[in-house]
């Protein structure tokens, strides 16, 4: 005589995931509670944090600037994408508490993006193929 179903072993790893399925939901939900409540609350900075965020709008604007020299629409096109990425992490960082490692992240993808714009504006270094010397 075979067991029932609920009795084989398969059935048995199943039901254990199913008996804590709820308690996940629980626990992600109050994660997600706590950070609306977090991010409704008005956001207190030092005079350091507020200097680090006054410099990161500097450093978006000095790279809007630069951007404006790309004359090639389809490579600016897609530089300004970046850059607008760039301003919607800023403006996150501005609704929560200051979080040094992601204004450090953001700092240096402005900064590695910043300068792949830099080497592409320069004129090439060698002539033209063909080109007379």
């Known amino acids: 005589e075979s067991a029932p179903f609920f009795m084989n072993a398969p059935f048995k790893r199943c039901w254990k ?3 804590w ?3 996940a939901a629980l626990a992600f939900g109050s994660t997600v ?3 609306t409540a977090a991010a409704a609350a008005p956001v207190e900075y030092t005079a350091e944090q507020k200097a680090l965020l006054q410099a990161l709008s500097a450093e978006l604007t000095r790279f ?3 951007l404006a020299k790309d004359d090639d629409a389809a490579h600016a096109a897609t ?3 970046v850059l607008d990425g760039f301003k919607q992490r800023r403006d996150a960082m501005n609704k929560i508490t200051f979080d040094q490692g992601r ?3 953001l700092r240096f993808d402005i900064n590695v993006e910043y300068q792949r714009l830099a080497m592409w504006l320069v004129p090439p270094g060698t002539p033209a193929p063909g080109a007379k010397r």
């Open 17 to 19: 995931i199913l008996c």
């Open 103 to 105: 204004y450090d992240e």
């Open 64 to 66: 809007d600037t630069m």
């Open 33 to 35: 509670r706590a950070e």
């Open 79 to 81: 530089v300004k994408a």
């Open 21 to 23: 399925l709820p308690l």
